[in-house]
C-alpha cells in the first residue's frame, strides 16, 4: 500500500518562510517523478514544482519560480518544499504527489498517488 504523508505546513506572515516534507512508505521517490501541488478555497488544484530525478533540473510554476525550492532525500525517502518569501496568495492545501512514471506533469489527473495534504496559511 503507497502512503504519502505531508507534513510542515502552518501559519506564517508575509516574507516568511516554510518547509513542506513528504515521506513516503510503499513507493521509492529515487525513480519516479514527485512534485507539490495546492489548492486554494474556490479554486482548482495547481501545479507547484517537481523534479524527475536527482540530476535532472526541477520544474516550478512561473508564481513560485524563484521562491520555491523542491528537493529529494532518496536516502530517507522523503521529498521537501522549501517556501521563502511567502506571499497571501500562497495560502492553500499543499499536496504531495508521485507518478508511476519519471516525466513530469503538470496535470494533477497524470499523477498516481496523493498524500492527504498540509494547510499553508500566509497572513499579510
Known sequence: QV?????GGG?????????????????TFSNRAVGWFRQAPGK???FV?????SAAPADYAGS?????TISRNSAQNTVSLQMNTLKPEDTAVYYCAA???TVISTLPDRWDYWGQGTQVT???
Not at 3 to 7: D, G, Y
Not at 49 to 53: G, L, N, T
Open 3 to 7: 502512503l504519502l504523508v505531508e507534513s
Open 122 to 124: 500566509v497572513s499579510s
Open 49 to 53: 514544482a517537481a523534479i524527475a530525478w
Open 11 to 27: 501559519l506564517v506572515q508575509a516574507g516568511g518562510s516554510l518547509r513542506l516534507s513528504c515521506a513516503a512508505s510503499g513507493l
Open 64 to 68: 513560485v519560480k524563484g521562491r520555491f
Open 99 to 101: 507518478r508511476k512514471y
Open 44 to 46: 482548482e488544484r495547481e
